[in-house]
């Protein structure tokens, strides 16, 4: 529809609404493309309630179901930036674990020892990068932080 207001536009629904239009409005509606637009419509909505079409459903039904996804939609793009922080906290958090335990692996082994278990076989000297629990470490390590960033992800969308 155009954004133009047309004077007749009442007048042409009211003689609709009663019958038929009479020839003064029949020309006006011929040569105004919103009256026309007007007749249209009308014809249309009669044609549906005459074809036995479902009621249209209230508009200020679908106002409010409009209003509420808009403002979920805005509540959604206001959150997204805390988001992205929890995100990236979490995944820092879970480095740094990885990192701490990789770093301090032999005082966490003194540590454990102290608690009277039995000793752990005492592997061959490698590199901190090619050992088998550091490499076992940050495979956990980012197993968790796929873990956190599904859960955060999860509680973001519900």
């Known amino acids: 529809m155009s954004g133009h207001c047309c004077g007749c536009e009442d007048r042409v629904r009211e003689a609709l609404a009663v019958g038929e239009l009479d020839e003064e409005l029949a020309e006006h509606v ?11 419509v009308v014809s249309a909505l009669r044609q549906m309630v005459d074809d036995g079409a ?7 039904a679908i106002w409010m179901r ?3 996804a808009r403002r979920a939609d805005a509540a959604r793009r206001a959150l997204l930036p805390v988001v992205v922080v929890q ?8 480095l740094a674990a990885v990192v ?10 003194a540590w454990l020892a102290g608690l009277e278990l ?3 076989p005492r592997l ?16 956990a390590g980012v197993l968790v ?6 859960l955060t992800a999860s509680s973001a969308e519900g």
């Open 118 to 120: 039995p000793p752990l």
């Open 66 to 68: 409009a209003e509420l």
């Open 87 to 94: 995100r990236v906290a979490a995944s820092l958090a879970a």
């Open 145 to 150: 932080t796929l873990a956190v960033l599904e």
């Open 54 to 60: 479902d009621p249209l459903p209230d508009p200020s």
């Open 30 to 40: 011929a040569s105004c493309p919103l009256c026309c637009e007007v007749v249209l």
């Open 124 to 139: 061959p000297e490698a590199s901190a990068l090619t050992h088998p629990s550091a490499i076992a470490l940050v495979a």
């Open 100 to 109: 701490a335990a990789v770093l301090w692996r032999s005082r966490l082994g």
